[in-house]
């Protein structure tokens, strides 16, 4: 069955057969959402294709068709959309009209009875918006409560909410999809976008700062068998391997998407609260004041870097650059079992649940449907 819906430009009409979905996705809710929407474009007669934005899809990328419905599938992180998918969304290739829909999931968390929603903020219509800016028409755009998956916060729901929540989500994708395949233009949550407009400091300042602190806080207890897998199925590359025995090594590319977390199979991998307290002592604006003062008695100088701008900057690159040095010392640290007992007893993470969407499997996360 083709499906004849009016084209961007006037006069034009485009001929809608087949449905290309590319998904970004840590513990499988964003997977979950790109397989209803396949679900629901198959039952009307489409072709479909479903690939993972990470690693870089595996053939040679968008290239939208004649009859190309293009969809983007994406976690909320912080109020925004994760830079993966920005970087991707920035990277399509132009295009004169073809149909668009960006779907989010966000995360819902249970407080007693009580499902409170999450909120996607600037999350889909920033990509929305990048897709507009590239020619595309821009015919859906939606957010889903999913079980939140951020589990180094709080901890994931119990099986039963889980599967609730993860039903109605189901239900409700499935009714935003067939509606624009029907043709009606769907741009929800725009109340929810006023409120991510209104809390863009806190987006920028977790992609600029937050997410790369919290990389640096993760650690392996001693739980950990050296396995290696966290490192062979992180999406972005983020982990390496180091020392005897190997223990994982948190770098910069991580995301924080929770998929290391969710799948170590002996539950190892925890983020260190009294480590962040720490870090955030040595490698904060009050430790690089000291440093400045001490070199001032000696360069007097040095005194512009505690002053305007650049003493923002200097804060910044000295945040960062002292994060990583710490975060080598603690790496070596956490080798002495005491100490690593000591930072696996001072965090709350290891008594949060994981996240894994239901009936996604870690192979089910590497790829292509
Ligand atoms: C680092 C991080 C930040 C998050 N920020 C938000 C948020 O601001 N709002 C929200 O509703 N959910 C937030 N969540 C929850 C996820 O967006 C939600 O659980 C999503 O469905 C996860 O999808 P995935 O399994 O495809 O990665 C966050 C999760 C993580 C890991
Ligand atoms: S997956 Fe878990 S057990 Fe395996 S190396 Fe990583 S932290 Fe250790
Ligand atoms: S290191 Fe873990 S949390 Fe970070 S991007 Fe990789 S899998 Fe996700």
Redesign the pocket.
């Known amino acids: 069955m083709e499906n004849w819906l009016a084209g961007a430009e006037a006069g034009r009409r485009h001929v809608m057969s087949r449905l290309q979905v590319y ?11 790109a397989r209803w929407l396949a679900a629901a474009a198959r039952a009307a007669g489409f072709g479909v294709a479903v690939r993972s934005i990470v690693p870089a899809p595996s053939s040679d990328g968008p290239d939208a068709q004649p009859g190309d419905l293009l969809a983007l599938c ?7 959309a994760p830079w993966a998918m920005i970087r991707f969304a920035l990277g399509l290739p132009p295009s004169r009209g073809t149909p668009a829909l960006v779907l989010v ?4 968390l249970l407080v007693g009875r009580v499902l409170i ?5 600037t ?1 889909a219509y920033l990509i929305a918006g990048i897709l507009r800016v590239k020619g595309y028409d821009v015919r859906g755009v939606h957010a889903v ?6 589990t ?1 916060v709080h901890p994931a729901m119990s099986v039963e909410p889980t599967e609730r929540v993860v039903g109605q989500a189901e239900v409700e994708v499935t009714a935003f999809v067939q509606s624009v395949l029907a043709g009606r233009r769907r741009l929800d949550g725009q109340v929810r976008l006023a409120l991510g407009l209104a809390l863009a400091p806190v ?1 920028l300042l ?1 992609n600029i700062l937050g ?1 790369f602190r ?1 990389a640096k806080l993760n650690f392996a207890t001693r739980a950990c068998n050296s396995c290696g897998r966290c490192a062979r199925e992180c999406p972005h590359g983020a982990i390496r391997m180091r020392g005897r025995p190997p223990r994982p090594f948190w770098t910069y590319d991580c995301q ?4 290391c977390r969710s799948y170590c199979p002996t539950e190892a991998i925890e983020t260190s609260y009294s480590f962040g307290a720490l870090a955030s002592f040595l490698t904060g604006s009050s430790a690089l004041a000291f440093l400045v003062g001490e070199a001032a008695r000696h360069v007097p100088a040095a005194r512009a870097l505690n002053r305007g701008w650049l003493g923002r900057l200097a804060t910044y690159a000295y945040g960062l650059g002292a994060m990583a040095l710490v975060y080598r010392a603690f790496h070596a640290a956490i080798r002495v079992p005491a100490v690593n007992r000591f930072f696996a007893l001072t965090t709350p993470t290891t008594r949060f649940r994981r ?1 894994r ?1 239901p009936g996604v499997s870690a192979a089910d996360l590497r790829g292509d449907e």
Do not use: K, Q, V
Request: net charge positive; proline share 7%.
């Open positions: 998904y970004l996705t840590g513990t499988g809710n964003s997977l979950l959402a994406l976690p909320t992180h912080a109020f925004t999931t966000r995360g819902t929603p999450g909120l996607e903020g999350a409560d999913m079980p939140s998956n951020w180094i987006s977790y997410r919290l924080g998407c929770m998929r996240y969407a």
